[in-house]
């Protein structure tokens, strides 16, 4: 069993940037394939990016050039760092995590989710 907790959403301007981290307990990132997804009021929830256990990462068009998944296995925590947000990018953001071996950029459900961290970005 994986448990995760997120933190660092918030308030930001359009321009800003925002580091969200997401703290495992149960399993270290060296063992588990994490993704952040995110979901805005009336869409669908959409995948942003995902990491391997080894750090081999995969962004989708929304996240490419702004957004940078890592991890810090010292600390066992999954971090997304968000830079040049635009208003679009206001959702609720959820890690996810799972023992999925080679599988894990071939985009594979994750079956252990966090409780999301909220973003809000402004014009």
């Known amino acids: 069993q994986v448990q995760l907790v997120e933190s660092g959403g918030g308030s930001v301007q359009a321009g800003g940037s925002l580091r969200l981290s997401c703290a495992a307990s149960?399993?270290?990132?060296?063992?588990?394939?994490a993704a952040w997804f995110r979901q805005a009021p009336g869409k669908e929830r959409e995948e942003v990016a995902r990491i391997t256990s080894y750090g081999a990462t995969n962004y989708r068009d929304s996240g490419k050039g702004r957004f940078t998944i890592s991890t810090d296995n010292a600390k066992n925590t999954l971090y997304l760092q968000m830079d040049s947000l635009n208003p679009e990018d206001t959702a609720m953001y959820y890690c996810?995590?799972?023992?999925?071996?080679?599988?894990?950029?071939?985009?594979?459900?994750?079956?252990?989710w966090g409780q999301g961290t909220q973003v809000t970005v402004s014009s």
């Open positions: 996810a995590a799972g023992v999925v071996g080679a599988r894990c950029l071939a985009g594979v459900r994750l079956p252990y």
């Open positions: 149960g399993y270290t990132f060296g063992a588990l394939c």
